[in-house]
């Protein structure tokens, strides 16, 4: 198929605007797969969709249309809607030259909307806007319509409506897609280059490339150069998903396909590389940038017996997911575990579901935390080195407040989309975050946008739940890296008797030091069992105390509650008592159960 009759595209929208249900209607038009008779998302029951769990990451798939009795290549590249993954979503909207937004007529645009929007449009593609679910009652294209026109300038007369569901309009999105789209501004002749814009792992075949052919051609046999690893490969198999994959012997300039050359990891085959054959020079089609985790979390197994199970999980889960970055760490009261840091919060509970389901393995997951930049004051010893700045994810490793020059935290741009009867408690809940509004805008007569600066420590934990609930589920919430922020920070210790448990210390901004440390302490009173001997629980900030607490002496006797009654009931339960304190943690004579650690992390 020549260049000309070739359309690049992807689908953009927000969750549940109905991305899926369009994806799989365009393949069904396409002939590309028989009538599911309203059972949806087939792309995501691909065998490869399958082994990743849940549709994180692009998936695209070839398309054969007949227009005007000619027959046109579209290549719908599959984007992961969610903004933690919006490296990804660049990655493979780069291999595009135009996109379908798509949004709810009845929901009308949403936070990630808006995201997705600004992302194609930074990337110069053509947009074509298609209002899904005209079928349900509450549909009002006339007003997200408005709603387009006012932010993005949208024209009425451009916007397609459609229902992927009923498969009303269909065929006007595959006629506009080749009407409105440029074909792709690739090189038939050239030297071969290409994009990869994902990856997975397969066990018979090692890591899969899935790339945009920019320039030449590539056949099973050639040696291939990584422009970032400059490691060379031999391609062993090539292919193009219909959805299903179809070997073929060659891939030329505009196409999408999938090569294997026996990678060993995902980690080889990296989003964002160019390929080009060994013995040639290319320009590298892109800066190669790399994901940067921005959450991170602990990971220690229920119990160490475990260990070993839990790591063979944690490595296979991360063959296939190249963005998430694994480091030892150990701890006195978790014992030996890993610091994981993920690209967002969603992608965090995105892994942490999968080594559940699928590996079976039940670890503890400490509360995530966000990367601290700490600039220390000169010593003798950093001049030397030059080595001034620290980036701290754990607290256990904040170094002395007197050492320390200054602090700065990360910051995210949050876009919130809400109905205005919600816009108070909104505000409200922003500015408790620390947030500052930086714009509000009215979308149409209910609606209106607001744009805060947050730091990210205080979106990760709860932000999007609690919106959620304020809102009864009507605001939706988006954010963008915006990098690092001067900000007042501090470690706070806790102190057991005096002596400073590390695993319980938390940072956190000087504001918060007053009502975070009552907070602590009374906690802690809670969950701590009492003991033999009275404990003095501390809450302290460079030295000083914040908070104090006691926690009265008494040996808790399980027994107490059974009236002699039944002896062996009664052993057992002593037995279990005896178990319990083995898992203990024992700090200035003090033993703290593993839940005391896990409990207090949660808000
Ligand atoms: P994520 O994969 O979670 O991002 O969602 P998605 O955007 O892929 O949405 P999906 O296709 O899964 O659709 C979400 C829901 O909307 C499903 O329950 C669909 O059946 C429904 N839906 C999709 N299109 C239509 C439509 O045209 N009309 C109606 N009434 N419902 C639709």
Redesign the pocket.
């Known amino acids: 198929i020549p260049l000309e009759r070739i359309r690049n595209f992807s689908i953009i929208?927000h969750?549940?605007?109905?991305?899926?249900?369009?994806a799989d209607r365009l393949l069904e038009f396409t002939g590309a797969i028989k009538k599911t008779s309203g059972q949806?998302?087939v792309l995501?029951k691909l065998q490869v969709e399958k082994e990743r769990g849940i549709?994180v990451k692009a998936q695209s798939a070839s398309l054969i249309y007949i227009y005007q009795g000619e027959q046109y290549l579209l290549n719908l590249i599959d984007t992961p809607?969610h903004v933690d993954f919006s490296n990804e979503v660049s990655r493979s909207l780069s291999a595009c030259q135009g996109v379908i937004l798509l949004v709810d007529a009845n929901d009308g645009v949403q936070a990630q909307t808006v995201a997705n929007f600004y992302l194609a449009f930074g990337n110069d593609l053509l947009i074509i806007p298609v209002l899904?679910?005209?079928?349900?009652k509450n549909a009002d294209p006339e007003r997200v319509c408005g709603q387009l026109k006012t932010l993005f300038d949208i024209d009425p007369k451009d916007v397609l409506k459609?229902?992927?569901?009923?498969g009303i309009g269909i065929e006007c999105v595959l006629d506009a897609i080749i009407e409105r789209l440029p074909p792709p501004n690739a090189v038939r002749g050239g030297k071969f280059r290409a994009l990869v814009f994902d990856s997975w792992y397969d066990k018979y075949r090692g890591a899969l490339s899935l790339m945009y052919i920019k320039d030449g051609e590539v056949r099973i046999g050639d040696s291939v150069a990584s422009c970032h690893t400059k490691k060379t490969y031999e391609v062993r198999g090539l292919s193009v998903l219909r959805p299903n994959e179809e070997s073929v012997d060659k891939l030329v300039a505009g196409q999408i396909g999938l090569v294997g050359c026996n990678m060993r990891s995902s980690q080889e085959s990296c989003i964002g590389d160019t390929l080009h054959k060994t013995h040639e020079e290319v320009e590298p089609l892109q800066g190669f940038k790399p994901a940067r985790p921005m959450v991170f979390a602990g990971i220690y197994p229920m119990d160490q017996s475990q260990h070993v199970h839990l790591r063979g999980a944690i490595d296979k889960l991360v063959l296939n997911d190249s963005a998430v970055t694994v480091n030892i760490d150990s701890s006195p009261a978790l014992g030996q575990g890993w610091r994981l840091g993920f690209l967002g919060l969603l992608h965090l509970e995105v892994f942490s579901q999968r080594l559940v389901q699928e590996y079976g393995a039940d670890p503890i997951l400490t509360a995530p935390s966000v990367t601290y930049k700490v600039i220390l004051k000169p010593t003798k010893k950093i001049i030397e080195d030059k080595n001034d700045t620290l980036f701290v994810n754990n607290p256990a490793l904040f170094p002395d407040h007197l050492q320390i020059k200054e602090c700065h935290e990360p910051m995210v741009s949050g876009t919130i989309i809400t109905p205005d009867s919600y816009l108070g408690s909104i505000i409200s809940l922003c500015m408790e975050r620390r947030g500052v509004q930086k714009s509000a805008t009215n979308i149409d007569n209910e609606r209106v946008m607001l744009v805060y600066d947050l730091p990210l420590s205080e979106v990760v934990l709860d932000f999007h739940d609690t919106l959620k609930t304020i809102s009864s589920g009507y605001a939706s919430f988006d954010y963008e890296d915006m990098g690092y922020q001067f900000s007042s920070l501090v470690k706070m210790n806790i102190l057991l008797n005096g002596t400073a448990v590390d695993e319980l210390s938390v940072i956190m901004h000087s504001s918060r030091v007053q009502t975070m440390g009552r907070k602590l302490v009374l906690k802690l009173r809670d969950i701590i069992p009492r003991q033999m001997v009275q404990i003095a629980i501390q809450a302290t900030v460079n030295g000083k105390v914040i908070a104090r607490e006691t926690l009265k002496a008494y040996r808790k006797d399980v027994t107490a509650k059974l009236y002699g009654g039944d002896v062996t009931r009664r052993m057992k339960l002593l037995a279990q008592q005896a178990a319990g304190k083995k898992k203990m943690r024992m700090v200035a004579n003090i033993s703290l159960p593993r839940e005391t650690f896990i409990d207090v992390l949660k808000k």
Not at 15 to 22: A, E, N
Not at 132 to 136: F, G, H, R, T, Y
Not at 162 to 166: G, L, P, T, V, Y
């Open positions: 929208a969750v549940d605007h109905g991305k899926s249900t369009l949806n998302q995501d549709t809607g899904n679910k005209i079928d349900l459609i229902s992927a569901k009923q």
